[in-house]
């Protein structure tokens, strides 16, 4: 149940793994994505929620605004136009399939 993220900035010709289990980062993780406008802006879906870095990864931050729930992030999208972060997350496995998809602005 660790996170291991790692960042190209080489189009994947070589790799650099970041830190985010010393940031406390928990759960498998789903899916990376860096901001369209600032490449520093890393955004983490995990199995237990989405995780922000400021600083390229280096250190992680759990999102906990909007009484958003610790709940799996499968994917996400940044929509550069309106500037806002789309998650597709889900609830318990057991009680409900559905996506459910939530936008955060920034």
Same mark, same amino acid.
């Given at each position: 149940?660790?996170?291991?993220?790692?960042?190209?900035?080489?189009?994947?010709?070589?790799?650099?793994?970041?830190? @985010? /289990?010393?940031? $406390?980062?928990?759960?498998? %993780?789903?899916?990376?994505?860096?901001?369209? =406008?600032?490449?520093?802006?890393?955004?983490?879906?995990?199995?237990?929620?989405?995780?922000?870095?400021?600083?390229?990864?280096?250190?992680? @931050? /759990?999102?906990? $605004?909007?009484?958003?729930? %610790?709940?799996?992030?499968?994917?996400?999208? =940044?929509?550069?136009?309106?500037?806002?972060?789309?998650?597709?997350?889900?609830?318990?496995?057991?009680?409900?399939?559905?996506?459910?998809?939530?936008?955060?602005?920034?």
């Amino acid at each position: 149940m660790q996170p291991y993220a790692y960042k190209t900035t080489d189009y994947g010709k070589s790799w650099t793994a970041l830190p @985010a /289990q010393e940031s $406390g980062a928990r759960g498998f %993780a789903h899916v990376i994505k860096e901001d369209s =406008v600032d490449p520093n802006l890393l955004f983490l879906g995990t199995e237990f929620g989405l995780w922000i870095s400021v600083d390229g990864g280096q250190h992680w @931050a /759990q999102y906990k $605004g909007s009484n958003f729930p %610790a709940v799996p992030v499968d994917d996400i999208a =940044v929509q550069a136009r309106e500037s806002d972060l789309v998650l597709a997350t889900h609830g318990p496995r057991h009680v409900d399939h559905r996506r459910h998809f939530t936008a955060a602005r920034f």
